[in-house]
């Protein structure tokens, strides 16, 4: 069952040096705050899942903390490249990162085989492409009803899994809506999952046709953190900001001035820091 902690404590018992995390949201409920309490607590050597790692994987890479990311996409969207993640990758600065690169599809129906307790994934994927000369992990099987030929991937299964949401009950069920991507398989294969969210509720009340639902036994720990999301948003809370993703560009493209920043912005700011960015529940429930 879920208990209710604070970020620094659910990080502490959730995530540790030598764990593989996946932190999921698409486009949405990118879970910053979260991954910023990570970078603080000095976390080491995690192999990072995610289907699109964008500035809060560059920021992590940045500070050392990774040594592998499996992913199936990575840039800074609308902008341009991961200035901390291509360094790692090309010059091994701070350290060394393997790299494992998929397909979207291949990621989600890996997310799905994790979920399921299925040890791999099949696909009609990867024809006609390059990556398998280049991943020795994407393979192949035949089916033995109709003898094609398909591709398999690994099922993804997170020591830990993180993503932010809009609402927890006070039961520790967890609500998110809007654009909805992989979260609820990645808690779903994670043997432990963190969810940060805007609000605790006593009920969720009227919600969206797409919206998921997390029931509190598939949680290992939520924290309240409003803003958490930021700079990505929330559906229904606050809006992307889009600023703050062209500023990223300069700001990690110099190792120096990336590191200023880190330690401006994040070593030096607490979970607490995120609420400047929160949307008020009230305005959030009358929109």
């Known amino acids: 069952m879920a208990q209710f902690l604070s970020l620094e404590d659910a990080i502490r018992a959730c995530v540790h ?5 996946a932190m999921e949201g698409f486009t949405h409920l990118i879970p910053h705050a979260a991954g910023h309490e990570i970078i603080r607590q000095g976390r080491r050597d995690l192999a990072l899942v995610r289907m699109t790692p964008d500035l809060i994987y560059d920021q992590l890479i940045g500070m ?13 969207p609308g902008v341009g490249s991961l200035h901390r993640f291509r360094d790692a990758v090309e010059n091994a600065w701070p350290r ?51 003898g094609e030929v398909l591709a398999a ?24 809506e809007g654009i909805v991507g992989v979260q609820r398989e990645a808690v779903l294969a994670a043997k432990r999952s963190v969810v940060t969210v805007e609000e605790i509720v006593e009920d969720f009340g009227p919600r ?14 939520i924290s309240h953190v409003p803003g958490g999301a930021y700079p990505s948003y929330a559906h229904g809370y606050y809006s992307r900001a889009n600023a703050f993703y062209i500023a990223w560009d300069a700001i990690a493209r110099d190792r120096d001035t990336f590191l200023a920043w880190m330690d401006a912005n994040v070593m030096k700011k607490t979970p607490a820091d995120f609420a400047v960015h929160a949307r008020p529940a009230a305005l959030a429930a009358a929109s």
């Open 208 to 221: 969206s046709p797409n919206a998921v639902i997390l029931p509190s036994w598939t949680v290992t720990a």
């Open 96 to 146: 060394p990162l393997a790299i494992e690169e998929h397909s979207h599809a291949a990621m989600a129906n890996a997310y799905e085989a994790g979920a399921a307790n299925l040890p791999f994934a099949t696909l009609r994927g990867y024809i006609g492409t390059d990556l398998p000369k280049v991943n020795p992990n994407i393979r192949s099987v035949t089916c033995p009803f109709t």
């Open 64 to 76: 050392g903390c990774a040594r592998a990311l499996r992913f199936s996409w990575g840039g800074n």
């Open 17 to 21: 040096d030598g764990d593989t995390v």
């Open 153 to 176: 991937v690994a099922a993804i299964r997170p020591d830990v899994a993180i993503i932010h949401a809009q609402r927890a009950d006070r039961h520790g069920n967890v609500a998110l």
